[in-house]
């Protein structure tokens, strides 16, 4: 009976670098797949690349991830699929296609990417917004960064079936990066809802990597984790008639039925109607069983045809924000911490700072839960604080103040004020998303080859 064994090396850009190595070693997979975007991943990066003279608009860590691990899987067959193009697929391909040079590899790399211009049609049609009553032209021209569709797994599927041995793609959802591999290999037609459930499924449960073998699962005497700090990359296993989740062979982590369930109902809103590319998935009838230590049979897979259109997001810069951190330890902490703050009301009066936005607050007592933090009105004397402040405003001078002033606490504000390292130290561009729906004929996947 043909089996498929497809591991998880990374869930966002920042992921651990380790795991790709373990998994292609003692993994006994035959793909393996990068997932590295959020949803902010590319507008970010846009940004970021504003005005340089050759922009890299896919993603940095590019080589980092793929170089040390291309000869082997070239060697031993191990397919690997990617959303790392980002931005700009073919150049990304390209780049692989440098490394296995280097390296003296034979190669076929594929760079999956829209080829129509989405951000145009959707002003031109001046597209309405999903999660707000505005729509696309409310906005000024200038400050629409791009428009990401997701894409499902037509793209990954059409270039496995032309031999490709790296597909790079641009924005899709992450679960195609499973569906894509699975429907070739078993020769599924991804216009079958109920096999489009199961691939689609499969990739949700793994396309946050070790979030489902034990990562924020951790919770000391409620949920116990063994051997964290060694924590194991998921591998799923398909057959035409079974499928199990496990992890690479003797590293920490679990999988467990609990650990599944909860990467299940992660980033969902109706367990009933999951909004796909390829399908529309019902979660409802899943059923988790635990075949052995680590090992979990996945069974219930159900779907329904796919949506008309497709969604987009589309990127904004919303306006700039400046972060700032200041410091106290010792008797006396928490009242040179009060003082700090009258001094500081007092200076943005003088000099005029009235951002759209602002906050003041104790990080480690009502920094994240604010107001309705426990116990918050009661009198706390710690020996230690932290003073955060945060401010967000249309204009980059507003919030550059922010910095100034509390640059200047060194020799101004309360004794022994330090301030935190230089996080947030300069003010930052604010991306903010917003969704859409297009029509499918709005956008056209579009491929592309390189060989070595």
Known sequence: MKKIRIGHATAYARDRFTHAADLVS????????????????????KVSNFGKENPRMFDPYLEARIEPILGVCMKKGIKIISNQGWMDPVGAAERVAELARAQNLHCKIAAVYNSMDTLSILLEKNAAFQD???????????????????????????????????VLTTRIVDSALYLGPLAYEFGWDL?????????????????????????????PGYKEVEDLGRLGAPIIEVTEDHVYLTKVPGSGGTVCPESLTEQMIY?????????????????????????????????????????????VLVGFKEGYMNEQMVAWNGAGAMARAELCKEVLKTRFEIIGFHPQ???MDYVGINSVAR??????????????????????????????????????????????????GTFGANTRVIVGMRSALIDRSDACETIQYVET
């Open 267 to 311: 980033e969902i809103t109706d367990p009933t109607c999951y909004i796909l590319p390829n399908v529309v998935i019902d979660f409802t009838n899943i059923r988790f069983r635990q075949a052995e230590k680590n090992v979990v049979e996945i069974t219930g897979f159900q779907g329904r045809p796919k949506p008309e259109k497709l969604k």
């Open 26 to 45: 003692r993994g006994d997979i035959q793909y393996i797949c990068f997932e590295t975007m959020s949803e902010v991943t590319m507008s970010a990066a």
């Open 191 to 219: 216009d079958d809802p109920q096999l489009a459930a199961k691939g689609s499924t499969i990739g949700h449960l793994m396309e946050c990597g070790c979030q489902v073998s034990g990562g924020t699962f951790a919770d």
């Open 132 to 166: 707000i009553s505005q729509r696309i032209n409310d906005f000024p021209a200038d400050s629409v960064l791009c428009a990401e569709v997701y894409f499902g797994a037509d793209g990954i599927l059409q270039a496995l079936e032309h031999g490709a041995d790296v």
């Open 371 to 420: 107001e309705v933090t426990p116990g918050y009105a009661q009198e706390i004397v710690p020996w230690e604080i932290i003073l955060r402040m945060a401010c967000k405003d249309a204009s980059k001078e507003m919030c550059d103040l922010l910095k100034q002033e509390v640059d200047a606490l060194a020799n101004n504000g309360p004794s022994f004020s330090g301030k935190v």
């Open 357 to 359: 936005e602002f906050r």
